[in-house]
């Protein structure tokens, strides 16, 4: 939990004045749907940090929970807001990542809907002398990606993490080349090694 709120504020305050420009078009999103940004100020606050980061990684706005897919099509869908805002309110009462959600929606709704999320995510890591196995996730029916996604569980590790280097394993190419993205963001080391269905992947880290 510390290392988690670490996360939080640092994040916080890295792109407070990004979130002021995510802020903005989400209220005006909001306004001509009916909708409301999630009333809690840490998952707003949150995930406003997440679509900053998202586009500060790789240049668009991609849904705060799933990282590029490398399916042009699937990724112009989840451009935030996604394509399946509408079906996923009719599911969970909110979008999946628990931003959107209408105008009318219960605090216990909310409060509900957010719980969902933050229990998708915050599994048990396989992670094991440096090495942390990102596959065998569960798969969103409705994109086909993982829940949690490679980049939530790598970013999830380092909060806090105390060796020099982590070891990632994936399972999908897209995930290697995300993940090497991600490493020239932060300014971290990355090389890869291809076995035999997956791709072992070493992050050098500044300590």
């Known amino acids: 939990m510390i290392n988690m709120m670490i996360g939080f504020f640092s994040d916080y305050f890295k792109y407070k004045e990004a979130a002021k420009k995510q802020e903005r078009w989400i209220k005006k999103y909001c306004e001509k749907n009916n909708y409301v940004m999630n009333p809690s100020w840490m998952m707003a606050t949150n995930l406003k940090s997440n679509l900053c980061e998202m586009e500060a990684t790789f240049g668009k706005r991609y849904c705060p929970c799933f990282e590029p897919s490398g399916d ?103 995930e290697a080349v995300n993940l090497e993205v991600m490493a020239k963001y932060r300014e971290i080391g990355y090389s890869k090694v291809e076995g035999d269905g997956f791709i072992e992947i070493t992050l050098e880290l500044k300590k």
């Open 72 to 174: 042009k099509e699937l990724d112009k869908k989840m451009m935030c807001p996604c394509e399946y805002v509408e079906d996923e309110i009719a599911e969970y009462g909110t979008c999946h990542c628990a931003l959107f959600g209408p105008a009318d929606l219960s605090k216990a709704d909310w409060k509900a809907s957010s719980q969902r999320l933050m229990d998708e995510y915050q599994v048990p890591k396989n992670l094991k002398d440096g090495v942390l196995d990102t596959r065998g996730m569960p798969l969103d029916p409705r994109r086909g990606l993982p829940i949690p996604d490679m980049m939530h569980q790598v970013k999830s590790t380092l909060n806090g993490y105390k060796g020099k280097s982590l070891k990632v394993i994936v399972e999908r190419d897209q």
